[in-house]
Each structure stands twice: as C-alpha cells, then as structure tokens.
C-alpha cells in the first residue's frame, strides 16, 4: 500500500457513497458494533461525501451537511489497516478548504461535530474546541466540537 491519498468527494455519485458505506459498514458496524439503523439515519442523501482511496482502495470517510447550526462533519472513519497514517487529517483539511467559502455566508460561520471521546485530541489538533456535557450516541460517549471560523 502507497501512502498517496486520493480524495474524492459528492453529493450524488453512487460510487463515492458506495466507498463511503463500505468504510462506515467496517468502522461503525463491524468493528464498534453500531446498530446499523442508528448508522445508516437517512442523511446521506443530502449530505456531500468525501472519500480517502489509496491505491484505489477506500481507506477513510466523511460527509457533510449545511445547516442552520453551521457545517455539520459527520461519520468521519478510517479502516483499521490505514490508521495512524495522516489520512483523516488531510481529509478534513481538504473538507474544511472546500467548504469554507459555503461557512463564511453563513449565521453562524462554523464547522461543527460530535466527536467519540476517544477522538477528541485528534480534532483539538485541527482547531476544534469541546462545548457543553459529554453525551451518549448510538452507546458512546461523544463531545460536541465547533471550529468556529469568525474566530
């Protein structure tokens, strides 16, 4: 395996939210035992897709969504075998530059998410401060994290 990242993104196309899902079946499914309902919540289809593939094997995921709250980051994941190599971060980073003109028209100009605990010193790295109490989702504790960009 290269350690070159591809990154893809959309809205619609089949094949990103294809890759998407493969790699949230892997993480959120599989390996944290999330009850697929609960996973698959019925926002992916207005969501925009990002997709990490190296080799041209999907490693990493997120999506987002535009909300009255700001952009909404979710099921960000990576497969286990492609950890600890950088990819999430350029995906974010590369998530955030394309959305950031979309941010700043916005009312409350922010990117927003809720991290799992375990997560939270990998997002305070990209700038991400914690607000308000902890909270469980699907049986894990997460973190409500904002990147506010008026800052």
């Known amino acids: 395996m290269s350690n070159k ?6 809205k619609s196309d089949p094949q990103i939210i294809s890759a998407a899902h493969q790699i949230r079946d892997a993480v959120f499914i599989d390996e944290q035992g999330i009850d697929p309902t ?20 999907p490693v990493v995921t997120a999506r987002a969504t535009v909300t009255d709250q700001g ?28 959305l950031k003109p979309v941010v700043a028209t916005l009312s409350k ?5 809720g991290a799992q605990l375990t997560a939270l010193p990998f997002y ?7 607000v308000g109490p902890v909270f469980m989702e699907a049986g894990i504790q997460h973190q409500l994290l904002k990147l506010n960009l008026e800052q």
Do not use: C, W
């Open 124 to 130: 305070e790295r990209l700038g991400f401060r914690a």
């Open 109 to 113: 100009p922010q990117f927003y998410l």
């Open 5 to 10: 990242l591809q990154i893809k993104s959309g």
């Open 71 to 98: 952009v909404h980051i979710q099921r960000v994941a990576t497969v286990q075998a492609a950890r600890k190599r950088g990819y999430a971060k350029q995906l974010l980073n590369q998530l955030m530059a394309d």
């Open 38 to 57: 609960l996973e698959y919540d019925g926002s992916d289809a207005g969501a925009i897709h990002y997709v990490g593939f190296v080799d041209a094997i």
